[in-house]
């Protein structure tokens, strides 16, 4: 059974036209202009209304002129401007932007800071929207994605970036490092009309490949409007002569989108009749026809050699992402995530198995001499590279305050984190001279950032009021094992010298100060008593070092047997 296939670039449109963002956006824009015809007083203007706050832009006189270039980030370095040098990625260290853009940027860079430090701190009680028509709205895209890198998502919500005729802001490597993070991309929303010859202003069929849109588009013009986000096909319908009005116009005379906004939402909430088309066999293909016809790309019902061309990769295009979105629904990472969960659950079985030997898993795994242990072994190597693939994909996309990571995901990580952890430690520690796990550069990347992740989200939480039922700090068993090597230094007498006692005694002290503040903020499982476990080893060996008579906070909670009653 096959099913229909249509494009939802309608839909979304008249989803656009009748929100009251995009009319109060346009709103501002107008204000701006009142109170600065030329915009040579200030560059933007704050307004506030209830629980919303606007951020308007202006186009100074003349800033169109000539300045339809790309400037490189290596060039802005150069010039010692790094504050967009945010939007990096590993993958991706280099792009591009409208000279005209950077130029208004930098030369209103002390007021644009100090707007920015204001709307962060207003973030946290209000939605923000930054708005700009023309040259303006390419200054508002990129203070947006500046604003982005101070924000904590997880705390406040998004910026709507909402321009209006406005050109495009950079080249591909800037959409590929904004796109490379769904959560910054979703953040832009660009009006453009056929009749404004300004979006289209540095582009051409020969030299249209320099620029690149990001976000997405409301294409509109008098029959109707659409929506997009492919890249590709927004510039093809950017580049395409389809306005001989728009040709003729003057692009430093602003087009005024009021009337065409207000008489889009008629038309949407009237549910007024998109162009007809002639009957169409493949509602994919008719539902591209009658797109092209409500943004005023395609002026006659018989689409000539050149339209069938891009509806034919317009169809292509849509084919592909449903054939994506099918691959990702069948096999998405919140599967791969709850598979993951499922191996992770089998080491709490191997966890109980090992508390028979009054030892821990920890022990049981570094003996590697029970049966279970080859199961193990493979489900490890299954949850390490699922991990590391995560966090490295997560690493690459655009950094912000708090967690990159989604709650759900983070936590998953950290179970992962301090269940895992502890067995390749164990795997180090058997190894010849090894030692100093945790600050010797041998500790894994991923473990490493799923912590510091971790501690990003819990700062400030409650102490907890029983022991956790895994050591919150999954190097602990690191430290054990660097606490037991110095007990053996100090027993090997003859070959230390009296200054490195003091230091290998100041180390166990410190360790000692590390277990007594684990053990009073519940930290560390009750598991690291057991009789025959590493941790007891070490008690044992740093009590013949110290005597029976050593008095401190630990030494006694250990002599009093107090740790029996730690559950």
Do not use: W
């Given at each position: 059974m096959t099913h229909n296939q249509f494009s939802s670039g309608l839909e979304s449109a008249n989803l656009v036209v009748t929100s009251d963002p995009v009319h109060q956006a346009w709103s501002a824009i107008e204000k701006q202009k009142q109170i600065n015809p030329n915009?040579?007083?200030?560059?933007?203007?704050?307004?506030?209304?209830?629980?919303?706050t606007i951020m308007a832009f202006g186009t100074p006189l003349g800033s169109l002129h000539e300045e339809g270039g790309l400037v490189s980030s290596s060039t802005l370095k150069a010039d010692n401007f790094t504050d967009l040098e945010l939007l990096f990625t590993k993958s991706n260290q280099s792009f591009s932007i409208n000279q005209a853009a950077i130029k208004l940027f930098r030369s209103n860079y002390d007021e644009l800071n100090r707007k920015k430090t204001e709307l962060i701190e207003l973030s946290e009680t209000s939605l923000i929207i930054i708005t700009g028509q023309s040259v303006g709205g390419s200054v508002a895209t990129l203070f947006t994605l500046w604003l982005l890198k101070g924000l904590d998502l997880l705390k406040t919500k998004r910026p709507l970036c909402i321009t209006f005729g406005s050109p495009l802001v950079g080249d591909e490597h800037l959409g590929q490092c904004v796109s490379q993070f769904a959560t910054w991309k979703s953040c832009?929303?660009?009006?453009?009309?056929?009749?404004?010859?300004?979006?289209?202003?540095?582009?051409?069929?020969?030299t249209s490949g320099a620029y690149k849109p990001f976000g997405l588009f409301l294409l509109c013009s008098s029959s109707g409007c659409a929506c997009s986000e492919d890249p590709d096909l927004i510039l093809e319908q950017l580049v395409t002569p389809n306005s001989l009005s728009?040709?003729?116009?003057d692009p430093n005379i602003e087009f005024s989108y009021g009337q065409v906004l207000e008489d889009l939402k008629h038309k949407a909430l009237c549910k007024s009749s998109s162009p007809s088309i002639e009957r169409e066999r493949d509602p994919l293909q008719a539902s591209f026809v009658t797109q092209l016809l409500a943004i005023g790309v395609l002026t006659q019902q018989q689409p000539d050699t050149e339209m069938k061309n891009l509806?034919?990769?317009?169809?292509?295009?849509?084919?592909?992402?449903?054939?994506?979105?099918?691959?990702?629904?069948?096999?998405?990472?919140d599967k791969k995530l709850n598979k993951m969960k499922t191996c992770l659950a089998l080491f709490e079985w191997y966890e109980k198995e090992s508390n028979f030997l009054n030892a821990g898993y920890y022990d049981m795994y570094k003996k590697q001499c029970n049966p279970s242990d080859i199961n193990v072994n493979e489900y490890k190597k299954r949850l390490l590279y699922f991990w590391e693939d995560t966090v490295t994909e997560v690493e690459n996309k655009p950094q912000m305050e708090g967690s990159p990571l989604e709650v759900r995901w983070l936590w998953a990580g950290t179970n992962y984190r301090r269940m895992i952890e502890p067995l390749h430690i164990a795997e180090f520690y058997k190894k010849s001279g090894a030692r100093n796990y945790k600050n010797g550069g041998k500790r894994p990347k991923h473990f490493i950032l799923l912590e510091q992740w971790l501690e990003k989200e819990i700062e400030g939480l409650a102490k907890r009021q029983m022991p956790a039922s895994l050591n919150e700090d999954s190097c602990f068993w690191a430290h054990v094992e660097d606490a037991i090597i110095l007990c053996n230094l100090l027993n090997n007498g003859e070959s230390v010298t009296d200054a490195e006692k003091v230091t290998y005694k100041e180390e166990l002290k410190k360790f000692e100060d590390y277990v007594c503040n684990a053990i009073d903020n519940y930290t560390v499982a009750p598991r690291i008593f057991l009789e025959k476990g590493t941790f007891m080893r070490w008690w044992k060996e740093y009590k013949g070092?110290?005597?029976?008579?050593?008095?401190?906070?630990?030494?006694d909670y250990m002599n009093s047997r107090t740790y029996l009653k730690y559950k």
């Open positions: 915009a040579e007083l200030t560059l933007c203007n704050i307004t506030q209304e209830s629980n919303l832009f929303l660009h009006v453009a009309s056929n009749q404004d010859p300004t979006p289209k202003l540095f582009l051409t069929r020969n728009a040709q003729n116009q509806i034919r990769r317009m169809k292509k295009h849509e084919t592909e992402l449903l054939i994506q979105k099918k691959k990702k629904k069948n096999s998405g990472s070092i110290v005597g029976s008579a050593y008095s401190s906070q630990l030494a």
